[in-house]
């Protein structure tokens, strides 16, 4: 088990620290992203790492990057991290949990795609009968799959919560043609997963994707997919309509974190090691149901 909560590469220049990862400029073109084990629960980063978390995450990304890439190219370059870190730097930092990737130029906004009702979702419908701007028919109950999966784009914050925005407003953004394709790959690249996570007893019931634009205007998808942060897994065995299923993600942690007397604003509370370890088991489950894979 190994834990880096924030890199400290001295070979490439840093260029950005978001709140899981960090990324390195690699030459003009290309960029390294490593993938920290640092978890953000209500758009707070916690004090304590969840171990082998942005292991997880890699492998799970790289797993998904080569299954659907298929339906659309991705940022990987095939490059192996450790090759690009240079002189006598410390490459465990690096290894497991960094992609080296092409640098492109990101869209402002979130591509999300809901299959079940639940979450920010299920608040708009129990306000409005609709989620972001879109009419559901009446009487679902938390948690209930949609008679079909809808795309609900969401700009992108730098902090703070991301807003979400109705389909005309994100083709105001980034043009008709381009929303209209990212919303077409995104339902395809939703139900591509879910179908084949629904075969290992998994139900993905929500995810986001975010993509980019090549020299060429090519779409291509970029920064994660379909990992347990930028996604809902629940347990099929333990799905019930009209309840939140437990889920293979931090969501046992922001759980944990409501049982407190916080406001949600930093500085977080720190984790009880049972939280953390429950949480690292609960990520490293969701790699091994899906993939087969398991963290050497």
């Known amino acids: 088990m190994t834990t880096v909560y924030e890199s400290d590469l001295k070979s490439l220049p840093r260029i950005g620290r978001g709140k899981v990862r960090d990324i390195y400029a690699v030459g003009e073109d290309r960029m390294l992203i490593l993938v920290s084990d640092r978890l953000s629960a209500f758009d707070v980063v916690l004090t304590d790492p969840i171990p082998d978390k942005g292991r997880v995450l890699t492998e799970m990304a790289n797993f998904w990057f ?23 730097e410390d490459k465990r930092q690096v290894r497991g949990r960094s992609v080296v990737v092409n640098k492109l130029r990101p869209l402002p906004v979130e591509a999300v795609v809901r299959g079940y009702l639940i979450g920010s979702g299920w608040k708009d419908y129990q306000k409005s009968g609709a989620v972001c701007g879109i009419g559901l028919p009446a009487g ?39 929303a209209e394709r990212v919303r077409d790959i995104s339902i395809r690249l939703y139900r591509e997963a879910a179908d084949f996570a629904a075969s290992k007893g998994i139900i993905i019931a929500d995810t ?22 930028s996604s809902r897994f629940w347990p099929a065995d333990q799905y019930q309509v009209g309840i939140s299923p437990p889920s293979f993600d931090k969501q046992y942690v922001r759980d944990y974190l409501e049982t407190l007397d916080w406001d949600k604003t930093p500085p977080a509370p720190r984790l009880p090691a049972e939280v953390i370890a429950r949480t690292s088991a609960k990520y490293r489950e969701a790699l091994e149901r899906l993939t087969g894979r398991t963290l050497g």
């Open 66 to 88: 080569a299954k659907l890439a298929h339906v659309v190219p991705n940022h990987l370059t095939g490059i192996d991290p450790e090759s690009v870190v240079q002189g006598e």
């Open 140 to 178: 679902l109950q938390q948690a209930q799959k949609l008679p079909e999966p809808i795309f609900t784009p969401a700009t992108k914050a730098t902090s703070g919560h991301d807003e979400n925005i109705a389909f005309d407003r994100m083709a105001e953004i980034v043009g008709r043609g381009v």
């Open 208 to 229: 986001k994707f975010e993509f980019g634009l090549d020299d060429a205007n090519q779409l291509v998808l970029i920064d994660e997919a379909l990992t347990a942060d």
